[in-house]
T-cell receptor, first 114, second 109 residues
Framework: EAQVTQNPRYLITVTGKKLTVTCSQN?????MSWYRQDPGLGLRQIYY???????DKGDVPEGYKVSRKEKRNFPLILESPSPNQTSLYFC?????????????FGSGTRLTVV | SQQGEEDPQALSIQEGENATMNCSYK?????LQWYRQNSGRGLVHLIL?????REKHSGRLRVTLDTSKKSSSLLITASRAADTASYFC?????????FGTGTSLTVIP
């Protein structure tokens, strides 16, 4: 089944403790992206990647890192999480750039930083 | 800044009725997409309409696009309780891709 897999689904952590949210897609998509979704603010792009070893900042990149060492994987790293990073996070992928042919989304990771 | 704005923010209808939601945007686009999100879950791509198209159908979904008014509408016919979800438009403006703020649809059985 074609899908984007995110893990974990839920995560509660403490301020400053480094964490990684994994994202993997099995569709051989070139383009991958991370979004956060907050009430009243909608979906905001954190980082995106056009291809292996090519990443770029989205609208809200502060406090996040990403890497794209393999085409299928695009982990999101929070080196020192803070409470304002409590949010619902989504990984998404598409054939073309910036979801131009439609994104496939993961199921989401609900992160709580206390 | 986001460029898609959905209207209404919330919509409640009876099962069997039609649901219409609208999306307005600010800049020229290559295409506009509609997504559905069940509570707390990932978004699901519903339909894509290109800037040179005016109307598109997919099952019970009908999407229109008016580039002169920079607006789109999504019509769901004969709604079902399972259609209860949030619906988002997304615009591809070349080097920018933005999601709107969403319409929350409740279909009452």
């Amino acid at each position: 089944e074609a899908q984007v897999t995110q893990n974990p689904r839920y995560l509660i952590t403490v301020t400053g403790k480094k964490l990684t949210v994994t994202c993997s897609q099995n569709m051989n998509h070139e383009y991958m992206s991370w979004y956060r979704q907050d009430p009243g603010l909608g979906l905001r792009q954190i980082y995106y990647s056009m291809n292996v070893e090519v990443t770029d900042k989205g609208d809200v990149p502060e406090g996040y890192k990403v890497s794209r060492k393999e085409k299928r994987n695009f982990p999101l790293i929070l080196e020192s999480p803070s409470p304002n990073q409590t949010s619902l996070y989504f990984c998404a992928s598409s054939w073309g750039g910036q979801g131009i042919d439609g994104y496939t989304f993961g199921s989401g990771t609900r992160l709580t930083v206390v | 800044s986001q460029q898609g704005e959905e209207d209404p923010q919330a919509l409640s209808i009876q099962e069997g009725e039609n649901a219409t939601m609208n999306c307005s945007y600010k800049t020229s686009i290559n295409n506009l997409q509609w997504y559905r999100q069940n509570s707390g879950r990932g978004l699901v791509h519903l339909i894509l309409i290109r800037s040179n198209e005016r109307e598109k159908h997919s099952g019970r979904l009908r999407v229109t696009l008016d580039t002169s008014k920079k607006s789109s509408s999504l019509l769901i016919t004969a709604s079902r309780a399972a259609d209860t979800a949030s619906y988002f438009c997304a615009t591809d403006a070349g080097n920018q891709f933005y999601f709107g703020t969403g319409t929350s649809l409740t279909v009452i059985p």
